[in-house]
């Protein structure tokens, strides 16, 4: 199994509140993922990380930001939590910007926003 | 016209038949291309992984990509209710970090 460990694995929060999930990662990739799962919409990546301080934006990256500041720590924040927020979220890392390399998933985060 | 479409299934079959799952895309400069398992409450799960047009085989399963139809496959022999999963097709164009999804297919192997 590619090590990488999600934090939390469940969370119930209110409407406003923020929100920080972190993703750990014990195999030194570069890069590294947030996705989020949603029924009908599938996997759609959010914010990614090709270094320490580099990040960019996905194709579902406003109400989120993201931090990198050691090479194994990817964290995700939700500023001020919206119910339309509520999904599954992944981390998943890669050694190359894909090509040679594909991405390894971690096990999730299910965040229920009320 | 999307950039990847899957059929979502659901997808029932018994015990030890094969199973076809097949993803098809629109982008000609798509050149990686994997399937993913997932297991419920789980992240999805590398099963295989090709570049090129061409069989790939890794055991019960086979990858089989079609460039010029623009069509991915994949067989599963033997089917054991263990195989009983979402599988997604998951295509890149090389180079970038966009990873397109198909939606899933939830496959159910029946003992």
């Known amino acids: 199994d590619a090590g990488i460990t999600q934090s939390p694995r469940h969370k119930v929060t209110e409407t406003g509140t923020p929100v920080t999930l972190r993703c750990h990662q014990t195999?030194?990739?570069?890069?590294m993922y947030w996705y989020r799962q949603d029924p009908g919409h599938g996997l759609r990546l959010i914010h990614y990380?090709?270094?320490?301080?580099?990040?960019d934006k996905g194709e579902v990256s406003d109400g989120y930001s993201v931090s990198r500041s050691k090479t194994e720590d990817f964290l995700l924040t939700l500023e001020s939590a919206t119910s339309s927020q509520t999904s599954v979220y992944f981390c998943?890392?890669?050694?190359?910007?894909?090509?040679?390399?594909?991405?390894?998933f971690g096990d999730g985060t299910r965040l229920s926003i009320l | 016209q999307k950039e990847v479409e899957q059929d979502p299934g659901p997808l029932s079959v018994p015990e030890g038949a094969i199973v076809s799952l097949n993803c098809t895309y629109s982008?000609?400069?798509?050149?990686?291309f994997m399937w993913y398992r997932q297991y419920s409450r789980k992240g999805p799960e590398l099963l295989m992984y090709?570049?090129?047009?061409g069989n790939k085989e890794d055991g019960r399963f086979t990858a089989q990509v079609d460039k010029s139809s623009k069509y991915i496959s994949l067989f599963i022999r033997d089917s054991q209710p263990s195989d009983s999963a979402t599988y997604l097709c998951?295509?890149?164009?090389?180079?970038?970090?966009?990873?397109?999804f198909g939606k899933g297919t939830k496959l159910t192997v029946n003992p």
């Open positions: 998943a890392i890669s050694g190359s910007r894909q090509g040679n390399q594909p991405q390894h």
């Open positions: 195999e030194n990739h570069r890069y």
């Open positions: 990380s090709y270094g320490v301080k580099d990040t």
């Open positions: 982008n000609s400069a798509f050149q990686y």
């Open positions: 090709t570049y090129s047009s």
């Open positions: 998951a295509i890149n164009q090389g180079g970038s970090e966009k990873l397109v």
